[in-house]
């Protein structure tokens, strides 16, 4: 299909509109939705001011929040501030989201937003003053029924309370709904926190299973250790895993006969990094990914897994906590190498789920158990992970392709149905 020229147009929009284009071809998708489903239906870009900390200077900033697919009910999709933010990468995710929400099965299309800063390069006030006006620029497009924010890279529960509050005064009354994985204070779920480690992990037991391989004293190494990759480490480890490496961005520590999680986790809460961690190797983020294990989990951000590295990948199971991590060329020296690559869409889909559950709990103000959320949630990726991976099985395809396939034809489905106004 020709491509006009297209202000999303990014090395990262690219592999998303890529990986479409390779299931369309495979499912012979109808050439009119292929077509809008390559393009976002609604995005916004705003720039805006906010006042440093003494008052005086005021620096501008951009932001951005891209609504894909408005098919399927409101749009759902994390907000991510880095210094990376733009509109292809942001249009991107919000593509990966709707197909994440389908293959889940949940009511919502696909959505991102994001500002273009450091974070890190300003005080909690500054990030304060950043959030609430970023939240009443695009305000307009957002609300439990309409477009639902979540934490992304760069963001986190107070985040999400700044957002709820300011849209909150604008309404006159609170909105808990209005965003997801929010402090349990103010409306938010058990277990929301620990939702996409959960749901990457519960997807690498499935692999295991399928594989055969035994998760007890199995090798892992996890780039990343966010919300996500610390959440991950942690319950591979209780699961009895062996995990050798973890990393944060300025790099990371490796134990061929395993890490200390308890020690680590404590060292890594006092110093805010491994640097100096004692008695163990230390690597830089890209040695992570080419140690020796049986399980690698890069849940840090895009981009990791090129076709510059991809043949010195040593892993049997490879799970997608980060959005994007493997580039299409990668990912065809990996299904050649023979790795079991759980994509993405799949692996890190937890999270939304968990967020969906909170969005659910908002609406009819009750609320469950942690274990009623958890049970829920490994129930529901078991359930996608085991339909993908026959699916792949029976088409002798990969886990990303089949993930696609049924993603892209729950939603055409649903526009055929829809058909087009007028
Ligand atoms: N930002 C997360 C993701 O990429 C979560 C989105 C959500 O919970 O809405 O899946």
Known sequence: MATPKLEWDTTMYRLAV??????????????NIWERLRTPQRALVVSFPFRRDN?????????????????????????????????GETTALAMWMTWKCAIMGLPFGGAKGGVRIDPRGFSEQ??????????????????????????????????????????????GHAVPGVVTGKPIEIGGSLGRREATGRGVVTCV?????????????????????????????????????????????????????????GKVEAWHREHGSFRDYPGVDHVTNGELLELPCEILIPAAIQNQITHENADRIRCRILAEGANGPTTLEADEILWKKGVHVVPDILANAGGVTVSYFEWVQDAQQFFWTEEEVN???????????????????????????????????????????RGVFP
């Open 126 to 171: 500054e990030l304060q003053r950043i959030t609430r006006r970023y939240t009443s620029e695009i305000i307009d497009m957002i609300g439990p029924d309409r477009d639902i924010p979540a934490p992304d890279l760069g963001t986190n529960e107070q985040t999400m309370s700044w957002i709820m509050d300011t849209y909150s005064q604008q309404k």
């Open 205 to 261: 037991v499935e692999s295991c299973r399928q594989l055969g391989l035994a998760i007890d004293g199995a090798r892992v190494a996890v780039q990343g250790y966010g919300q996500v990759g610390g959440t991950a480490a942690k319950l591979a480890g209780e699961l009895g895993a062996r995990v050798v490496a973890v990393s944060d961005l300025h790099g990371g520590i490796h134990d061929p006969g395993g890490l200390d999680l």
């Open 375 to 417: 049970g829920r949630l490994i129930q529901i990726m078991q359930r996608a992970y085991q339909d993908i991976a026959g699916l792949a099985g029976s088409r002798g395809i990969d886990l990303r392709t089949a993930a696609m396939m049924r993603g892209v034809r729950r939603v055409a489905e649903a526009k055929r149905r």
């Open 18 to 31: 890529a990986q479409l284009d390779k299931t369309a071809a495979l499912i012979e998708l109808d050439d």
């Open 55 to 87: 008052y005086v200077e005021v620096d501008t900033v951009f932001g951005y929040r891209v609504q894909h697919l408005l098919t399927m009910g409101p749009t759902k999709g994390g907000i991510r501030y880095d210094v990376g933010v733009d509109l």
